[in-house]
């Protein structure tokens, strides 16, 4: 794929993975997105998950043509980007590696034989600097630390020339580059299962991107960004500011028997009455990860669950973990329990938000024992005019 004149895609798709960073279900698989600049010093922009490796190479020595690379920058050390390091440093052994200090140090750690003791020489290595520059002839890299977006060696580039903002991780999606799926969905569960929790790092590089004219984003995952680069920052804005982008009810429900998953529904239809939109998840099989997007996507959130030998049944508290580590705050919150002889999980549930911020709770909490009756189907209704 051709960026520009001068700037390739050599990334690849991956159809195998099963689980992303070992917990993300991808349907459409992923891409793990490298680059290469073609000037008098040739730059490869990021490597490849090791399962790729070969693939990889190949795009990379297609491109090269025959000629030799200058540079490879590495801007995150994860393995699904840093993995095929090692086999780069082989073929190319007069490459110079351009990446963070902490990067380095990842490098060590993660490829001893490459780069601790007598591993690559000092004069192989340029530790980039927070607003480096490195020419490259017609083009210029300018590198711009991004500390714990996600990681701490982070660093992105913007190529001056082009005006292209190199990503590293931010601005990515789920799903590879050979199915056409629509943005918004898959990047906000990316985002917010992967990036979520450093919000105010994800604000600190945006405040540094708003000062530089960027016309292209390369992520090292999902498609190359080239029109109306504004609808993404101001999505990255809002999550990262932990602002609900949409109107809307989230009713998450932890039920074993159906009588708790009844009380929700029922909830759900009397919201909806009342013309508001409502999304329901049954915490025990759906996508957690979409259920963690969709509640920071909207601005209230119903927690209907049951007592679970005195505690709260485990999908609930590992849907509620699954907020709390990523700080959710800025929302309406309401909570329906169910205990058939010692109901607690409304006590727990509010146990678990204790250390969140900007979180109301509704006065109405409905309390259900066993079954819902006549007078849950009132505290219902009373509940959803308090969530209107
Ligand atoms: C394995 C199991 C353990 C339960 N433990 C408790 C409990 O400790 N305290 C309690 O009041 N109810 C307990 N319950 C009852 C539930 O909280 C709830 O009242 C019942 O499952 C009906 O709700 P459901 O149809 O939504 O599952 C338990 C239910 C199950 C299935």
Not at 231 to 244: A, T, V
Not at 354 to 381: P, R
Request: some cysteine.
């Amino acid at each position: 794929m051709e960026i520009s004149a001068y700037v390739k895609y050599v990334g690849v798709n991956d159809h195998q993975v099963d689980l992303f960073e070992g917990q993300y279900k991808v349907p459409n698989g992923m891409s793990y997105n490298s680059y290469v600049i073609l000037d008098d010093k040739i730059t490869v922009m990021d490597t490849v998950d090791g399962f790729f490796t070969e693939e990889w190479m190949n795009n990379v020595e297609q491109v090269l043509d025959g000629k030799m690379p200058d540079y490879l920058v590495i801007q995150h050390m994860e393995p699904d980007h840093s993995a095929s390091i090692p086999a780069f440093l082989k073929k190319y052994p007069k490459v110079t590696v351009v990446s963070t200090a902490k990067g380095f140090q990842f490098m060590e750690q993660f490829f001893p034989e490459f780069f601790a003791g007598q591993g690559l020489p000092a004069e192989q290595r340029i530790v980039a600097a927070n607003d480096g520059v490195l020419e490259l002839g017609q083009h210029s890299l300018h590198f711009v630390y991004a500390p714990m977006v996600h990681w701490p060696e982070v660093m992105m580039t913007y190529e001056a020339t082009e005006k292209i903002l190199f990503a590293a991780d931010g601005f990515g999606k789920f799903g590879a580059l050979d199915v056409e799926e629509e943005w918004t969905d898959e990047a906000r569960r990316y985002y917010i299962g992967i990036v979520g929790k450093y919000g105010p790092q994800v604000q600190a590089v945006l405040k540094k991107a708003a000062g530089l004219d960027i016309q292209t984003i390369c992520s090292l995952h999902g498609p190359v960004l080239k029109e109306n680069l504004g609808f993404y920052l101001e999505k990255y804005d809002k999550w990262s500011s932990y602002q609900p982008e949409e109107s809307g009810v989230v009713i998450a429900y932890a039920s074993v028997y159906g009588n708790t998953r009844n009380a929700a529904e029922y909830l759900a239809d009397v919201l909806q009455e009342k013309g508001q939109k409502t999304v329901l998840y049954d915490l025990a099989r759906c996508d957690k990860a979409k259920a963690v997007a969709d509640a920071f996507r909207y601005d209230r959130l119903v927690l209907a669950g049951i007592t679970y030998n005195g505690d709260l049944f485990p999908c609930m508290r590992s849907f509620i973990e699954g907020l709390t580590e990523r700080n959710y705050q800025n929302r309406k919150v309401a909570i329906i329990e169910n205990g058939t002889w010692a109901p607690m999980a409304g006590k727990l549930i509010l146990g678990m938000f204790e250390k969140s911020k900007n979180l109301t709770f509704t006065e109405t909490t409905v309390s259900i024992k066993s079954a819902m009756n006549a007078q849950n189907k009132d505290e219902i209704g009373k509940l959803a005019e308090e969530l209107c």
